[in-house]
């Protein structure tokens, strides 16, 4: 009952209808804004103007204030009901009781329904368009003219007098044509858009399957490593028991051949104080011929004791040779251990090779550079190159691209018997002179090949590799942030050769010197990756 009453409220005094956009006088009535208007209307021609429902006169036109209270309320409680949702919008003209709308006029700023639209004006002035709730929005501002134009340029709609005044001289176009225009337009846009998303969305399915597999690997190299280390503590711990019970029975059994030696020497010591005792009483005696009669003092000491000493000597030696048998076998396990842990912290992560080409800029003129700029090879003749300061002088190049941070690793192949040398320099390296060549100065790092031997250098300080290579594949690895520049023999499997540390200050360039043969930078590739490591 109240939700009925509440209802009525809602009614305009005018058409007895539910409020279409209302407005209200200064008095505080309210009514619908095309009701009010048409009441006013007819009000023009008498000069007097009056509220409908009060009476109040007013001396010139009222102004409509829209009612915004008034327009929440029906947004909150009559526009979402079931009648006003099935119903729509309904024609102005049907007063006594709402009758669905079908179409709209713009110049009316009128709904019709099917009976006012067959009466309705059909002169060029009343443009009908679909059903709008926003027919204002259809008027020029400034002339109240329908809008029939588009500018181009200042992107606005505009009626026939904006077209003749301040828009005469842009470019324009009918406004049911501008949209089917900038509708194509959008529609491309759309196109391209959806491209990139389903590029992006393949883009994040690999990366989640790569992510998937890292995470597999980690935890399959987590648990080898894990189960590694408990296999060495078990190891390390048997080892431990088994020494200290092998230290325990030498112990034992040492203690108990020495209390043994203990006990014959004591039965000795008392045999010769005895004897000690007897020439003691010999020697006080004062009757000479009870003195004579004893045996000389020579015969009284025990032949058998001349081999005491030998007797003796052999268990004062402590067992050498089986401790240190025992301290070999730690030293070794504790050695294999040492490299055990060594292989873990430098191969469980590494990255895949560098993407390194070589800089022709820089290459001296008897050095030919392939079309792909990974391969190097000296030659008699000259190249045609001009003479500039970043060239080098000495059978040298370097690469173009510098690195400054990452971890990184690049592979050559050696051809050829001359002499080489493979590394990393900074940019600001000289160019010419000795200084120029890398691993002579503070500036780079090498790996050199002279007469079948094989050194790394740096400032100018060299440092000899004794193991014999047999290999002509080798690999640089640069850790740029912990500062590690290390040299591999590419070899099965793969060797160790030295590793500089530094604090790098400049970008480090790939650098090659090569005389009397050719050096080839293998693969390339700049996406990282996890490689498993054997123990």
Not at 246 to 254: D, G, M, P, W, Y
Request: glycine share 6%.
């Amino acid at each position: 009952m109240a939700s009925a009453d509440l209802r009525e409220e809602l009614d305009c005094s005018i058409c007895l209808c539910t409020y279409r956009d209302p407005v209200m006088l200064r008095c505080g009535h309210n009514f619908c804004r095309v009701c009010i208007d048409r009441v006013l209307d007819t009000q023009d021609g008498s000069g007097d103007y009056s509220c409908p429902e009060c009476g109040e006169e007013f001396q010139e036109r009222p102004a409509l204030i829209r009612n915004i209270s008034l327009h929440k309320v029906m947004d909150k409680f009559l526009f979402t009901s079931p009648t006003h949702m099935e119903n729509g919008i309904f024609c102005t003209y049907c007063v006594d009781s709402p009758v669905r709308a079908v179409r709209s006029c713009l110049h009316c700023q009128a709904s019709l329904c099917d009976k006012h639209l067959r009466a309705h004006s059909k002169s060029p002035e009343h443009v009908l368009s679909d059903l709008s709730t926003t027919m204002e929005k259809r008027k020029c501002s400034v002339h109240k003219k329908i809008l029939e134009y588009y500018c181009t340029e200042d992107a606005a709609c505009i009626c026939v007098y904006c077209s003749a005044g301040e828009h005469r001289e842009h470019q324009v176009e009918l406004l049911d044509e501008a949209p089917e225009k900038k509708k194509r337009k959008l529609g491309n846009v759309l196109q391209k858009l959806i491209t990139k998303i389903n590029d992006m969305e393949e883009k994040i399915q690999s990366l989640e399957e790569h992510r998937r597999k890292a995470q597999e690997q980690a935890a399959g190299k987590a648990n080898r490593v894990t189960d590694l280390c408990t296999l060495l503590m078990i190891q390390v711990d048997d080892l431990e028991k088994m020494i200290l019970s092998e230290i325990s029975t030498q112990e034992k059994e040492e203690s108990l051949s020495l209390y043994i030696l203990i006990c014959q020497l004591e039965i000795k010591k008392d045999e010769l104080s005895r004897k000690m005792r007897h020439i003691e009483e010999l020697c006080n005696m004062t009757d000479p011929p009870t003195v004579l009669q004893e045996p000389d003092t020579g015969d009284l000491c025990d032949p058998e004791e001349e081999g005491d000493d030998e007797d003796t000597g052999g268990h004062d030696k402590r067992p050498h040779d089986e401790d240190d048998l025992y301290v070999a076998e730690i030293s070794q396990t504790l050695h294999t251990l040492c490299d055990v842990i060594t292989s873990i912290r430098s191969g469980i992560y590494v990255v895949s090779p560098a993407n390194v080409s070589l800089d022709v800029t820089t290459a001296v003129g008897n050095l030919l550079i392939s079309d792909d700029l990974k391969t190097a090879t000296w030659t008699g003749e000259w190249q045609n190159r001009p003479e500039t300061a970043e060239r080098f002088k000495d059978y040298q190049v370097m690469s173009r691209r510098g690195f400054t941070s990452g971890r990184h690793y690049w592979d050559v192949e050696i051809r050829g018997s001359g002499g080489w040398r493979v590394g990393m320099c900074y940019p600001s390296i000289d160019r010419r002179g000795r200084q120029s060549v890398i691993g002579y100065n503070k500036k780079s790092w090498s790996l050199w090949r002279c007469n079948n031997r094989y050194s790394v250098f740096h400032g100018n300080k060299v440092i000899r590799i004794p193991r014999k290579i047999s290999s002509d594949r080798f690999r640089i690895c640069l850790d740029y942030e912990v500062g590690q520049l290390a040299f591999y023999e590419l070899c099965d499997p793969i060797r160790h050769l030295h590793t500089f540390t530094a604090t790098f200050s400049e970008p480090l360039h790939a650098a090659l010197h090569v005389y009397k043969g050719s050096v080839k930078i293998l693969g390339g590739s700049r996406n990282w990756k996890k490689l498993s490591f054997m123990i």
